[in-house]
């Protein structure tokens, strides 16, 4: 999969307040993905460019990420890496045409509506789930215990504020507690960042420039005084407590929501302070629940999990193009709605795979039913019977002409529908995939089936004089090309034809009580979900009647709470929900049958 996704667009923030910090941790991960980086400058300051070029000088030459312009740049990335910490609707639009985008640690507007978030920093909660959390990510090393840790006042300690720090967090500190006599300036070591300039601090601090990487300077310290991020966290794997001094409110709920101690906003809490220096205790269970937690957290690596991805199916709807809104998200998935449509659809970054060869009708199918699709083939072909029923009658007098037309059947399988057509005295014809089902079909059932695609059927395909009929049966939701699909579908059929297809239901009792838990158990190679509401307008577009929808797959069982209780009972509390289930038409699958209008 790494060989799938080779050109990496990295696009940091710097500079104007961001710092240094989404410089160096794209410098890195550039070392890590190899070849076939690239950085984006649109929003970095003249001091960080500058700062970037530098970092990037220190690569062998012809390894060397280059910066590219923006404007002039016509090729086409396969991941666009957004570390920018608030990305705007405008700003995420921008570069989803130049690939496909993945934010990092986003916090901006983009968060709602990015096509795939990873977070390697603690988020607030309650906010809007990545596909893929981990702190393995930030690549922290573990450091031993302390010994000193957690028995005696803090007393050598470090302040780092990034490498930019606009607000003078390092001044507002090192005034707030030198003043007050709770530090001792020789016992305080200061980090200045490349972007500081010049400041006025108290006289007799220890002042260090040009440190390309803080942990170090860990060593000998008793405490680590920064704001909310990586530095933070990495003291805190390597053992070291942290207390934080953040810039925004912002900062703080993500202080909080990661464990951290802190002393306010851009003003130091000086009885906060004290109290946390003399009860260290305080401090090294910041450094026991925050090691236990990177413990706890996902293995992986950045780097790694960026390899895993495929470019990506697009944001937009498969019928109409729109952009839907964000429902769900999963480690190589993220869902999205349409509201014009009404239909929820994938946007897939797992590399396609699945070929339906024999085992997915033999090994996979026992796993999920019990037995094979052969062993099911009287009981698919017993319901295929009742399909046939009603398709007659959405036909009317077609259905009883002598001289009927060919029903094709898309995804045929092994034939259990077509054996069911030709006990109904209808010519059919059987296309699928799998090589094995066609055989099948040729050779045992001796009926007329073709290998291929559906993308690739065309009218001469079909050796019939008239189709009177299209059917895909469990089928229309593995077409990610919805629009496509459809305007084939309707150039295949004539007036008063019938197309004819059964579905997951994405308003059934599943997708009602646990949206999430429904996404998340959807297939993986089902690109669309359809809900019965819309569907007559759907299919108007293309020249299609809607004529009949059977909500079927009734489950009492999948109730929530009470009224689930029932229905697992058995008994007359089943019967009931049943009912209520088929009168709300809460099925987890529908058929529809639609006429072709011309």
């Known amino acids: 999969m790494a060989d799938a996704v080779r050109r990496y667009l990295l696009v940091p923030a710097g500079g104007g307040g961001e710092g240094m910090g989404h410089l160096v941790r794209g410098v890195r991960l550039a070392r890590a993905l190899g070849r076939g980086c690239a950085f984006h400058p649109g929003w970095l300051d003249d001091t960080a460019l500058a700062s970037l070029q530098n970092l990037l000088g220190r690569f062998p030459a012809d390894r060397r990420p280059r910066i590219i312009d923006p404007g002039a740049e016509r090729g086409r990335w396969d991941i666009v890496l957004v570390d920018k910490r608030r990305t705007n609707r405008a700003e995420l639009a921008a570069l989803e045409r130049l690939g496909t985008v993945v934010c990092l640690d986003e916090g901006g507007e983009a968060r709602r509506g990015a096509p795939y978030l990873i977070d390697a920093l603690p988020q607030v909660p309650g906010g809007e789930p990545a596909n893929t959390a981990s702190l393995s990510y930030l690549g922290l090393r573990v450091g031993p215990e302390r010994a000193r840790q957690g028995r005696a006042r803090p007393t050598r300690v470090l302040v780092s504020f990034g490498g930019e720090d606009v607000p003078d967090l390092t001044g507002t500190f090192l005034r707030a507690v030198i003043g007050r006599g709770l530090l001792t300036a020789r016992n305080v070591t200061v980090v200045a960042g490349p972007l500081f300039g010049n400041r006025s601090w108290p006289a007799g601090i220890n002042l260090v420039r040009g440190v390309r990487r803080l942990q170090p300077l860990f060593g000998g310290r008793d405490l680590l005084v920064t704001h909310f991020g990586v530095s933070a ?48 205790r305080k401090l090294a269970a910041g450094v026991k629940n925050f090691r236990e937690r990177l413990a706890a957290s996902p293995r992986g690596t950045l780097a790694g999990h960026l390899g895993m991805l495929s ?100 995804g045929c399988a092994y034939g259990p529908f077509l054996a069911a057509l030709r006990g109904a005295g209808w010519p ?31 009218r001469q395909h079909v050796p019939a004089a008239r189709i009177d009929g299209i059917t895909l049966w469990y089928v229309i939701e593995h077409l990610g090309n919805l629009d496509g699909a459809l305007r084939r579908l309707a150039g295949l059929l004539g007036p008063g034809a019938v197309l004819a297809f059964s579905t997951p239901n994405g308003r059934g009792i599943s997708a009602l009580a646990s949206r999430r838990s429904f996404l998340d158990a959807s297939p993986t190679d089902h690109c669309i979900i359809l809900r019965p509401a819309g569907l007559r307008r759907l299919l108007a577009r293309y020249g299609f009647r809607l004529a009949r929808v059977r909500v079927t797959g009734h489950h009492p069982e999948r109730f929530p709470g009470f009224i689930g209780r029932l229905g697992r009972s058995g008994g007359p509390g089943r019967i009931v929900v049943s009912a209520v289930s088929r009168l709300a038409r809460l099925g987890d699958t529908f058929e529809a049958y639609a006429l072709r209008t011309g």
């Not at 009287?378 to 077609?398: C, F, K, N, P, Q």
Request: hydrophobic residues 35%; proline residues 6%.
């Open 233 to 280: 966290l990495e003291a805190l794997a390597a053992g070291l407590p942290v207390v934080l001094l953040n810039p925004t409110t912002y900062h703080r709920a993500l202080a909080r929501s990661a464990g951290i101690p802190e002393i306010g906003v851009r003003r130091v809490r000086l009885r906060t302070l004290d109290g946390l220096l003399s009860d260290p």
């Open 311 to 410: 470019p990506g199916s697009g944001s937009g709807c498969p019928a109409c193009g729109r952009t839907g809104a964000v429902i769900g998200r999963f480690p190589l998935r993220t869902y999205r709605h349409c509201p014009g449509c009404r239909i929820d659809y994938l946007q897939s970054f797992a590399e396609a795979g699945r070929t339906y060869a024999r085992g997915y009708f033999f090994e996979e199918y026992r796993a999920q039913y019990g037995r094979t699709y052969l062993q099911d083939f009287a009981s698919i072909e017993a319901v295929g019977r009742d399909r046939v029923t009603v398709m007659e009658r959405v036909l009317g007098r077609r259905a009883k002409s002598r001289l009927r037309g060919t029903i094709v059947d898309i």
């Open 428 to 458: 059919c014809f059987g296309i699928d995939v799998s090589e094995d089902a066609v055989e099948h079909v040729r050779r045992v059932l001796k009926l007329p089936a073709a290998r291929l695609p559906f993308e690739r059927l065309e």
